[in-house]
């Protein structure tokens, strides 16, 4: 990789990555604007070797909470070495774009962070890319959209090649986005109602889930929200037995001008597999909306229809109550992609649901009420997020 990288000025630009990685991905909101020292840091690169170097740093320190989340989510079939493995993989796959897309010359270096981030935004990179540096826009560049996406891009090559000029560019979007952008918005008629239903549907079990569903409907009655939104497979499978068993509750509901969402999984047609989403019963129209992207690997399995399919096209937003809610379950909301999607659509609110009883001891909850909060506040919208724990 050269001599440079065992020089001073490497190790301290590797140490500054991997400590605001680790800090940006902590699961605390306030810390996210330090990813940014990640692209700096990328495009002051002498080589496309030491580029990579600095990537498969910034990676390898803010995706940690890969291994304790592995170890979890496999439960007893898992170990801390499978954990470790799928990080480190994980991590190098992540920076190898960023390496392909280091430029030497200027001005063609401009381009290098765009395209890395392109790269590692986009499938299939982008169906891994969780901690990616564009989620820092939100804190940074509240209100500005995409165009706060397209600041991410080429302001650290500015303030690299022109640091004065760059830096008074940056300070100064910085400071207008803060003072011009509106304040948090908030829907009183929608609510969340998390659970606590822990591990209980791993195995079928007719009885809890029974309970379950009389405690849910209990809490939808008691509810005076125009919308009432649940967590990710609240009711772990769908069928037409099953509705009919709900369908005294949606008539409720519907009567009070009410709408529920809820998770659950459905079979796939043609498949043995099965569609993760969100159920829409009420007086809103009835819908099932679908996830896009499952979990790699544990539910959607490439090479097998058992699974959950992979649907990285399709409508990213559907209509409730007068809004275009944008839907993002579980493991969507640690990538970019499927956020930046469903943005195309202009969406209202974004609506998070997610079943983290798995994540409970991690930081991955944290880390996605801090990634829907700051999309959120990217694009001026409200958010809401219901879990499972």
Not at 69 to 95: E, M, Q
Not at 222 to 240: C, D, K, L, Q, Y
Not at 262 to 286: E, F, H, Q, Y
Request: proline fraction near 8%; charge should be positive; include cysteine.
């Amino acid at each position: 990789m050269g001599s440079w990288l065992y020089s001073r000025p490497a190790l301290v630009c590797l140490a500054a990555t991997a400590v605001c990685g680790a800090l940006g991905w902590s699961g605390h909101a306030f810390l996210l604007p330090f990813v940014f020292v990640f692209p700096l840091a990328f495009v002051a690169q002498r080589n496309r070797q030491s580029a990579y170097g600095v990537a498969l740093t910034y990676y390898a320190a803010s995706s940690w909470p890969v291994v304790p989340a592995i170890v979890s989510f496999f439960g007893p079939h898992s170990n801390r070495w499978l954990g470790v493995s799928f990080w480190l993989v994980a991590a190098s796959l992540l920076a190898v774009p960023w390496g392909i897309c280091y430029f030497s010359g200027w001005p063609a270096r401009y381009a290098s962070v765009g395209a890395a981030l392109a790269m590692t935004t986009l499938p299939p990179i982008g169906l891994i890319s969780w901690a990616s540096p564009l989620t820092s826009a939100g804190l940074l560049f509240p209100g500005f959209g995409w165009f706060g996406i397209v600041a991410i891009a080429l302001l650290p090559a500015l303030i690299v090649r022109r640091p004065a000029v760059g830096v008074i560019a940056t300070i100064g979007l910085i400071a207008t986005a803060h003072a011009i952008a509106p304040r948090e918005a908030h829907r009183a008629t929608w609510t969340t109602i998390d659970t606590t239903l822990g591990r209980q549907f791993d195995r079928i079990d007719p009885v809890r889930e029974f309970q379950a569903a009389t405690l849910i409907q209990k809490l939808a009655l008691a509810s005076g929200a125009r919308v009432i939104i649940f967590p990710e497979t609240a009711i772990p499978h769908w069928n037409e037995a099953v509705e009919l068993f709900w369908e005294p509750l949606f008539k409720a509901l519907a009567g009070r001008g009410q709408t529920i969402l809820m998770g659950t999984t459905i079979r796939a047609p043609g498949s043995r597999g099965r569609l993760n989403g969100v159920l829409i019963r009420g007086s809103d129209k009835s819908a099932f909306f679908i996830q896009s992207v499952p979990v790699p690997f544990s539910m959607w399995r490439p090479f097998d229809d058992s699974g959950f399919p992979l649907r990285i096209t399709g409508p990213g937003t559907v209509a409730i109550a007068g809004e275009r809610a944008g839907i993002l379950i579980c493991y969507e909301m640690l990538l970019a992609w499927p956020v930046l999607r469903l943005s195309a659509e202009h969406p209202t609110i974004l609506v998070g649901v997610a079943n983290d009883y798995w994540a409970r001891e991690t930081p991955v909850p944290a880390v996605q009420q801090m990634c829907i909060s700051a999309w959120a506040r990217l694009f001026s919208v409200p958010w809401l997020l219901a879990r499972n724990t």
